[in-house]
């Protein structure tokens, strides 16, 4: 019937523009099979005729395009009705592709042919990169796409078993036997691993009912939560593991882990072995067991093992004409399968090879194959015998799915006795079990996933006494030599990059040794597998070619992803916690528009949303000429408290701080160690060893680590402590400002000279005991009150009813961006950027020369002293003239082709200004005050901006200092 497919659900589709019919639950190569189409794909260098390999989407011949989707794993994606499939990588059509006869040129694109072709004479390369371009490349974007809702979601569990072959459903049942909760995540769309597609014993019957048992005791287990369709795609410190499952990504967390990966079947290296209807014994078998598709009508199976004798036996019982077993070997390890075969009249040729694989025309197909005695390490006769087919089931061996557990440090060691990897090294709480250990034999395999659960079970203190025996199985698998190199080529050891075994072998004869630098000069394993068949044979290639063991080359890095993961699993939805002020409920009862800071809720404005410019004009005028409050509860806090909190103040922020006043305060800017403008805030000084000092919203939690990080070094004698949650605090602002404190701050001297510009005061507000600064953000007379956080919905409703005859209003973080613009202040992390140094900001005046340290002194003062290429300039535009919004860059001319120089990083329309106004960086020869610059805009239209001094409004801060 096939395990995975609905035969009562037909789904009709199209591929390259003809129709065909498959039933629910098939895969579009499977689909494509059972009708009789095997050719789905071009190769990329050659172009030659891609069909199915190992229908697991492990390997690059079955991509094809989908309407908005290019790269499409064939034998993965689902057909479904009205889907419309197109081939890739093509010339003309599929079937007669015009770049096929780039095959016939071989000879003359070499391994790193690129390389040494187009650098010479000067200038070839711009003749030759047009056509180059053209050719390269696989899929065709669609630049229309609109993008998909993607998230993230978090999961913790006790034990996480990563594949569920016999191995993983024996770890997993073990684990939730004990008590522990167990995660199991399996790559295929079902559980069971090789139970589904594999044969283990004579009769056929012993996977099916081993399956059938395990998995009704796995999905019954109120301690198990399953994953299908789910890879994991990377092993991080900890056990941290993320999982993509469709359209979201899991973040998983697991006291132990058991990887029960598997391995994946490897593949003989001799002439045309690409062709369609060649493939991999599990790739044949997953087609008749998980699709019911029969994957030919003659087979020819090529095997290193004895697992080749139970797939021609397999094959036999589905109806499938076997014509010979050609094994590798001189004998089998199992005389009774052997005898098997032999008694249904199958030829049995030992010590045989395949040498070469015969095509249909124009290479669709394999018609036949010549099989020869093998005399020597990847030597055969001269005499041959053909055998026609039309599959070619192989199978040199397995090579363990080893990418996790290298990428958590394991070792890969390579025994030339046995041809087989084992994997040690591997940090604590990360287990391994089944074949990716070592382990082949179906009753061995069991017993190793035991084995792997019990000693997580003994960490985690559930093992109940129970001890961990190790499992031996001297089971071989691998065949040590399957490469058969032709003198006329096409012998494939890497198929998505078209690299032939001389290609390897050339490549270590031009200099390149190392394996990883074979990889880089030859692009092996650089396609979409990743070195999953190729990782094997090109190790064995570069340790023959440069008289090494493969133990000593061994094989290329293996770095996350595991499997390809699109960006918007990276950037999709996450668990996003927010955080409300004291006062939120309040600001919600006057109708504000809500928006994101940081973990913070703000308000943006009050009234209608799709009145947002007429609300945020109107509050920045009723500031400039009346009063208005805003929540800043937001800001960062953090306290000093020592004997060395002054020093430890001069020492992280770039001003001088050793002499400041106690009751005064100064801007703090902070850079870090490559002198980059990270965050600013203000320094209180409440007390000789006291300072408080604040940050920005989203930059509170950096400064902090970054004090306990320099601290951890410094060793001053400090205390460092992360305030925010603790205060509420508002900023009360404009011209009426002091005459509606005075009302409620009855114990603090409000005059001019006794609470002056720049001053830090503590009294009482309405009863509440409160910190005051005398800033001006805004640009206005002004009182930032902070208060712990109890008393906060408290201050802003006595704020409220004392400024009432003052007619106070609210404003909010657009209006309050508006009019610091209008005073030039910036904002760290908008108006900045990972470059942005103090020179570029005009912030040298923050800087103390006279003090011999600051975080990132040494390299503000290297970069300060270059010349400079940007600086981040004020500028204005006419009212009604097209409006930059952020990003939007700056050009060194009036073309809109032009150079950029720079971009925009805050700009508005200021009715206080008249005109639009914005700060942006420009290159260094537009900054003159007066001169002029071009912007492109929306639509490709470009404005000419002016250069002009800041501030944009009351240059001399006479509003603040009233």
């Known amino acids: 019937m096939g395990l995975l497919i609905d035969r009562t659900k037909p789904v009709s589709f199209k591929f390259d523009g003809k129709s065909y019919q498959g039933f629910q639950g098939d895969s579009i190569a499977s689909a494509l099979a059972g009708c009789g189409r095997w050719l789905l794909s071009r190769s990329f260098k050659y172009h030659r005729p891609r069909g199915p390999l190992t229908m697991a989407g492990q390997d690059a011949n079955t991509l094809i395009q989908l309407n908005k989707e290019p790269n499409v794993l064939a034998d993965r994606e689902l057909v479904a009705n009205g889907l419309d499939v197109q081939g890739q990588n093509y010339n003309g059509s599929l079937d007669g592709d015009r770049d096929a006869i780039l095959g016939h040129f071989s000879r003359f694109m070499p391994v790193g042919f690129y390389y040494r072709s187009f650098f010479k004479p000067l200038g070839a390369w711009d003749k030759w990169e047009g056509f180059i371009r053209k050719k390269a490349g696989l899929g065709v974007l669609d630049l229309d796409f609109q993008p998909e809702y993607y998230d993230k979601a978090y999961l913790f569990h006790d034990v996480v078993v990563v594949g569920s072959g016999p191995a993983g459903l024996s770890a997993a049942l073990k684990a939730a036997n004990a008590g522990a909760s167990v995660l199991l995540v399996e790559e295929q769309p079902i559980l069971g691993g090789s139970l589904t597609y594999n044969r283990f014993d004579v009769e056929g019957e012993q996977a099916d009912q081993l399956r059938e048992d395990l998995l009704a005791s796995v999905e019954q287990h109120a301690n198990i939560e399953v994953l299908t369709s789910a890879a994991c795609n990377g092993w991080f410190a900890d056990n941290y593991l993320p999982v993509i499952q469709g359209k979201r990504m899991y973040k998983v967390r697991a006291k132990e882990c058991i990887v029960a990966s598997g391995s994946f079947e490897q593949h003989v290296v001799f002439r045309n072995n690409d062709l369609p209807g060649i493939m991999m014994s599990s790739a044949a078998t997953r087609l008749m067991k998980h699709y019911a598709v029969k994957p030919g009508n003659r087979a020819v199976v090529l095997t290193g093992n004895d697992d080749g004798y139970l797939t021609a036996l397999e094959l036999l019982d589905q109806g499938i004409e076997v014509a010979a077993v050609v094994d590798m070997r001189n004998a089998a390890e199992s005389d009774a399968i052997a005898s098997a075969v032999k008694a249904r009249g199958v030829e049995v040729l030992t010590g045989h090879t395949v040498y070469e694989a015969i095509p249909t ?28 087919c039309d599959l070619l089931c192989m199978s040199a061996g397995y090579m363990p799915v080893y990418q996790l557990l290298c990428q958590a440090g394991g070792q890969l060691k390579y025994d030339d006795t046995a ?32 084995r792997a659960a019990i000693e997580a079970l003994h960490t985690l203190g559930l093992a109940n006494g129970e001890v961990a025996v190790e499992v031996n199985c001297k089971r071989r698998v691998n065949f040590d030599w399957p490469i058969f190199s032709h003198p006329k080529g096409k012998d494939f050891v890497d198929y998505d990059e078209d690299l032939q075994a001389k290609d390897i072998v050339n490549a270590t004869r031009l200099g ?21 068949h190729s990782a094997l044979p090109t190790a064995r290639l570069v340790a023959d070619a440069t008289d090494r063991t493969v133990t000593e080359t061994g094989v290329t890095t293996a770095r996350p992803p595991f499997s390809p993961e699109k960006l ?24 504000a528009k809500m928006m994101p800071a940081g973990n913070w809720q703000r308000p943006a404005f009050y009234g209608k949303p799709e009145e947002r410019d007429a609300c945020m004009h109107a509050e920045a005028e009723h500031v400039r000429n009346k009063v208005g409050v805003i929540d800043v509860s937001t800001l960062g806090g953090i306290e000093l408290r020592g004997p060395d909190a002054a020093e430890f ?109 720049l001053a830090y005061r503590e009294g009482h507000v309405a009863g509440i005991p409160a910190r005051l600064l005398r800033v001006g953000f805004v640009g206005e007379l002004g009182y930032e009150i902070h208060v712990p956080s109890r008393f906060g919905e408290a201050l802003w409703d006595v704020l409220q009813e004392a400024g009432k005859e003052f007619d106070i209003r609210p404003f909010g973080v ?66 009604g003239t097209k409006k930059p919004e952020e990003g939007h860059l700056v050009l060194s001319s009036s073309d809109s082709s032009a150079d950029i120089t720079g971009n925009v990083t805050s700009c508005e329309y200021s009715p206080s200004v ?31 901006a002016t250069v002009v001094d800041l501030p944009f409004f009351d240059p001399d801060n006479a509003r603040q200092a009233l």
């Open 814 to 879: 657009e209006t309050q961006r508006l009019l610091r613009l209008e005073k030039g202040h910036i904002i760290v992390s908008q108006d900045t950027d990972g470059m942005s140094h103090p020179g570029e900001l005009s912030l040298e005046w923050a800087i103390s020369r006279k003090k011999p340290f600051f975080v990132g002194r040494r390299s503000v003062d290297i970069v300060m002293a270059q010349p400079q290429t940007r600086k981040l300039v004020g500028f204005t535009l006419p009212k």
């Open 914 to 944: 008249g005109s639009i106004i914005g700060l942006a960086y420009v290159g260094i020869k537009q900054i003159e005050v007066g001169s002029q610059f071009p912007i492109r805009v929306d639509g490709g239209d470009v404005v000419q």
């Open 568 to 591: 918007a699993h990276v950037a999709g939805r996450i668990f996003d916690p927010y955080r409300r002020t004291a006062m939120h409920h309040r600001h919600k009862e006057l109708g």
């Open 361 to 388: 025309r124009g290479n669709k197909h394999v018609r036949a194959v010549d099989v020869r005695r093998i005399t020597a390490k990847g030597e055969v006769a001269s005499q041959s015998q053909r055998f026609d």
């Open 512 to 532: 390149y040794r190392d394996v990883q630098l074979v990889k880089r000069f030859s692009t092996v394993g650089m396609g979409p597998s990743q070195g999953r």
């Open 649 to 757: 103040m001069n020492r992280i922020y770039t001003f001088a701080f050793l002499k400041q006043p106690v009751g005064k305060t100064r801007y703090a800017v902070l850079t870090n160690e490559h002198g980059v403008v990270i965050d600013d805030g203000v320094s209180c000084r409440l007390a000789d060893e006291h300072f408080y000092v604040t940050a920005t919203t989203s930059g509170v939690e950096r400064v902090y680590r970054e004090m306990m990080k320099w601290n951890a070094q410094w060793r001053l004698d400090v205390d460092i402590t992360n305030v925010t949650s603790a205060f509420a605090a508002v900023n009360l602002a404009g011209p009426d400002s002091r005459k509606v404190l005075e009302k409620l701050a009855t114990d603090i001297d409000l005059s001019p000279e006794g609470f002056p510009y």
């Open 419 to 450: 041809a087989e990897f084992s994997l040690s090294k591997l940090p604590k709480n990360l287990r391994i079990a089944g074949s990716v250990n070592g382990v082949h034999g179906l009753s061995e395999v069991l017993h190793d996933g035991e």
